[in-house]
DNA sequence: ACAAAAAAGTTGCAAAAGCAACAGAATATA
DNA sequence: TATATTCTGTTGCTTTTGCAACTTTTTTGT
């Protein structure tokens, strides 16, 4: 069936560059192991981590971001990460056998998609915070939420995690003192709990 | 075949609420024909537009925003509207009656999935700019890449269109008359040029 | 056509966030 | 284990953004 799909897995090292956006191509990939990340750099040397990836995340040219003049979009590994890499065309087109799992793909492939979708909702209700705290504090329910306890871990470095707020590191360091100060959280290396 | 998917039509007047995330609903709605917005109201008296939906947009709790403690989000519409609800698992699953239809359906619907990532893309990247400035010039740069034409119409009065950007309106407004004086834009009510 | 309401645009001031240049801590590397 | 490198956390200063109060313009409804 993979062969039908013209599927090919890849194995990448942590730090290299799985997907740029720049050259439009007709595939979609499917993290299968590792973490990743989708990462527009500016000509201006602002860095944001526009999107994380998990197991099972799909990213593409069809399904995503365009990036504009003054900048380049890429997915990066941050571990050592294996990709499987699908031709979209024959993957929504009916193929030549009829084959019953693929029509199995497509709906996994939903499952995958209404994945991705909420996850940028998450994404877009913590960007749209007006300050700071908002953001940091709107980012913590969500992984509050997901691991259905007020103590979790940060998935990231302080760099990375101001990259992924847009906002700056040093003014997102100032206000999660800020937080602990007055009560808000506990915060010791990269474990938060709310409190 | 609606019927097999216990879908059904209803109509909305302009402001009418649509679905609200408060009460989860194994339900999806797709919007035929109107313009809506997904927006949310913090308890603080903020307001934000999460998602602009136009006809053929997909929405729903499986898909999108989880609501805090201190907000709700809704579906509103802006003008009259009509929206199918699905009934989420009769959807997904085969039916009974194993109906061809029932897997274009499901193809289909991997389209609209598909356009609702991209959209939601989009936003992140707008989101993600660090200025007003910024994100003003990525919205455009949209706007101008969606019409082809360096010329294009803004879908917002200024109000929701600071509430789209998550951003103060006189502020915006403020950026707005700076980048017409420095001769980077064009704009006379609604209508922008990128020079 | 007129009044009322909504939206657009202005401005001064206050608060928040960005920036840059550090010092200290933790990690990685030889 | 010493050394280099990356990450973390601070701080003073600057710039941007938010806020509130207001005037002007546009739209809507009767």
Redesign the pocket.
Known sequence: MLACMKAQKRSFYAGEEIYSFDTPRKIVGILLNGQAAVIRYEYNG?RSILENLSPKSIFGEHLSFVPSDDSCIAVVCQTDCQVLFIDYQSMTRTCQNACACHTQLIRNLLQLLSDKTRSLSERVEVLSQ??????LMCYFMQLAAGKNSSTFELP???????DFL????????????KMKKEGLIQ????TVTLL
Chains 1, 2 share one sequence.
């Open positions: 602002t007006r300050s700071i705290r908002e953001k990231f470095t302080m760099i990375d995690f101001a847009s906002v700056n590191r040093s003014a997102m360091i100032r206000e999660l003192g915060i010791s290396k990269r």
